[in-house]
């Protein structure tokens, strides 16, 4: 989750009580979405294959998600395109996500600007554990310049909580889980600005 507005967030938590554990087709969060292929870079050649599935879903979770931020929509309507996040991730990341959007389309609000830039690195794989695989990653995220909140009928930039290091790096600390050979993300935390260095 992005830590610019967590405030917001925080805020719309009321808001978990709509979502109620069902996404817009009706189906449990918790299930996952059916199985996709992730496209992304080249991985490192030196990584497990199955981790490097881990990343490459990561990576399709972050474009997915920050499409998501620039074009929120609001419980049951149609998500943009390129905005489909949801098979990328799975619960607590995933409902945490589209809360968020909700509460960022009950503000009227978008995200602008460049999203930072990520520098993932993996810092353990369990490819046995149970019940799922699990791969954790660090990803020190660069700010392009700012990516924030702006009101979409003022243009003007939301007041942000704690916006003094916005342009300084930040770590996210990530966990994802394999369910029936689907990658996704499970857990995202952002730790504060200077937390990192790419």
């Known amino acids: 989750m992005n830590r610019r507005i967590h405030a917001i ?19 449990s969060l918790a299930d996952p979405s059916p199985p996709v292929t992730a496209s992304s870079s080249a991985p490192s050649p030196a990584l497990d294959p199955e ?13 997915a998600r920050d499409s998501v931020l620039r074009n929120p929509v609001g419980k049951g309507e149609t998500w943009p395109e390129g905005a ?4 990328w991730a799975y619960d607590p990341a995933r409902s945490e996500t589209i809360v968020f959007m909700y509460v960022l389309d009950s503000y009227d609000a978008e995200f602008r600007g460049d ?12 490819l046995n554990a149970k019940p799922y695989p ?4 660090a990803d020190c995220q660069v700010p392009q310049g700012r990516f924030a909140p ?5 243009d003007k930039a939301l007041d942000l909580v704690d916006d003094e290091h916005l342009d ?14 689907r990658w996704g993300v499970q857990e995202a935390e952002a730790k504060q600005g200077g937390s990192c260095e790419p």
């Open 9 to 27: 967030v925080m805020a719309g938590v009321a808001l978990a009580a709509l979502v109620a554990c069902s996404d817009d087709e009706g189906g």
């Open 51 to 63: 981790v490097q599935q881990a990343v490459a879903a990561y990576e399709s979770y972050v474009r």
């Open 84 to 87: 489909e996040f949801k098979r």
């Open 115 to 126: 999203a930072a830039k990520s520098n993932v690195s993996v810092v353990e794989a369990k």
């Open 134 to 137: 699990l791969v954790r990653l």
């Open 150 to 154: 702006y009101n979409r009928e003022t």
């Open 168 to 181: 300084e790096p930040f770590l996210s600390n990530i966990a994802l889980i394999s369910v029936d050979g």
